[in-house]
Structures are given as structure tokens and as C-alpha cells.
């Protein structure tokens, strides 16, 4: 158990609202990631973080974008969500590039 | 991109019974993973597995490292209701581009 706690855990939202999940670690790994969970598809990583400030898209980071200002914390945005965005999204935490990823518990959104 | 294709994608067993399920890569990883994840929790890491030929176990599960570095596979012995789940399998590790398979998820009859 990385320490990683994820918020909101359940939101449903409008279509074209702004949404912003957060992702808390209390172990200090440097390595940070986004992933949505949908049927049949697995995780596919959305966006990832190396480091403070440092941040890379993932396979599907169209319409989301992230920020980590802080070692702890990282954030992910949906400028204006769409259906499409109605998921469950699970934030990974890992040491060091040859670590183990660690999973928070998950957020569901729904976007009407 | 490199896929993963994972099967089968779900299974319906009695308790007891023992399980497989296989994943196999476009591309050769020098890493395989082997994650489960419990209903409305998040993924956690069964077995690692690091050599071509490879053969892990952990408890009840066993994993292999398939010789081409292609393929991996996972085995759990004589099921129990807690293994009720979906498990991914996942690679390489330390590219900060986890790949993930579909999942299979498994149903245990009581």
C-alpha cells in the first residue's frame, strides 16, 4: 500500500463542465500516472508525471491535462467533459522507473 | 503502439478448479506483470516475472515468462471464492508507458 488516496471517489457531472480528479501520495515516489479503465479495454494511460513540473501524454490524453506543482499531488483536469470521458480513473504511483506501479482506489465519473 | 492481447476475457469456474490464462505481446518485453484487481478497487501486483522461461509463484499462482519473450502465462490452483477478480497482465515496466492487457475477469461458482 503506496498511501495513495484519490478524490472525488464517485462525481457525475454535465457535458461541457469543467472537472478536476486528484490524485494525494504520501510516499514521495517521483513517478505519478493517469489512467481510465473502461470495458474491454483495460487501463490506458492518459497522462504521466516524472518529476515536479514535469509531466508527458500517455496513449489517449485528448481533451485531459494535468499539472504537479507539488511531489504529492497530481492533478487531472477535463477542460469540458464529454460522454466519451465517463470512466473509471485510477492515479498509479512509482518510485523509480524500475519499480512497481501502486494504484489508488479509483474515481468513477459519469458525464450526462 | 505495442498491444497486449489477453484471453480469455472472462471465465465462469466452480471453486476448485484450477485456472489459466495467457497474454501475449506485438512485441518482445524483457518484463512481464501480473496484476489483479478486487470489485471497486484499484489494480495490485500479483507476480513479477524478469527472465524468458521464467517460472513464479506466488501461494496458488504461478506465472511463466514464455521463451519467445512474447507471451506470458498465469496459472491459479484450486480456486477459492476471494479470487473472483480481473487480472491484467502488463509491460515493460520502467518505460513510464505501462501496457496493459484487457483483463480477464474471472467468476467463481460456489
Known amino acids: 500500500d503506496a498511501g495513495i488516496t484519490q478524490s472525488p471517489r464517485h462525481k457525475v457531472t454535465e457535458t461541457g463542465t469543467p472537472v478536476t480528479l486528484r490524485c494525494h501520495q504520501t510516499?514521495?515516489?517521483?513517478?505519478m500516472y493517469w489512467y481510465r479503465q473502461d470495458p474491454g479495454h483495460g487501463l490506458r494511460l492518459i497522462h504521466y508525471s516524472y518529476g515536479v513540473k514535469d509531466t508527458d501524454k500517455g496513449e489517449v490524453s485528448d481533451g485531459y491535462s494535468v499539472s504537479r506543482s507539488k511531489t504529492e499531488d497530481f492533478l487531472l483536469t477535463l477542460e469540458s467533459a464529454t460522454s466519451s470521458q465517463t470512466s473509471v480513473y485510477f492515479c498509479?504511483?512509482?518510485?523509480?522507473?524500475?519499480?512497481?506501479?501502486?494504484f489508488g482506489p479509483g474515481t468513477r465519473l459519469t458525464v450526462l | 503502439g505495442q498491444q497486449l492481447n489477453q484471453s480469455p476475457q472472462s471465465m465462469f469456474i466452480q471453486e476448485g478448479e484450477d485456472v489459466s490464462m495467457n497474454c501475449t505481446s506485438s512485441?518482445?518485453?524483457?518484463?512481464w506483470l501480473w496484476y489483479k484487481q478486487d470489485p471497486g478497487e484499484g489494480p495490485v501486483l500479483l507476480i513479477a516475472?524478469?527472465?524468458?522461461?521464467e517460472l513464479t509463484s506466488n501461494g496458488r499462482l504461478t506465472a511463466q515468462f514464455g521463451i519467445t519473450r512474447k507471451d506470458s502465462f498465469l496459472n491459479i490452483s484450486a480456486s477459492i471464492p476471494s479470487d473472483v477478480g480481473i487480472y491484467f497482465c502488463a509491460g515493460p515496466p520502467g518505460a513510464q508507458k505501462l501496457v496493459f492487457g484487457q483483463g480477464t475477469r474471472l467468476t467463481i461458482n460456489p
Open positions: 516475472l524478469y527472465k524468458a522461461g
Open positions: 510516499e514521495n515516489h517521483r513517478y
Open positions: 498509479a504511483t512509482e518510485a523509480g522507473p524500475t519499480d512497481t506501479q501502486y
Open positions: 512485441s518482445i518485453f524483457n518484463t
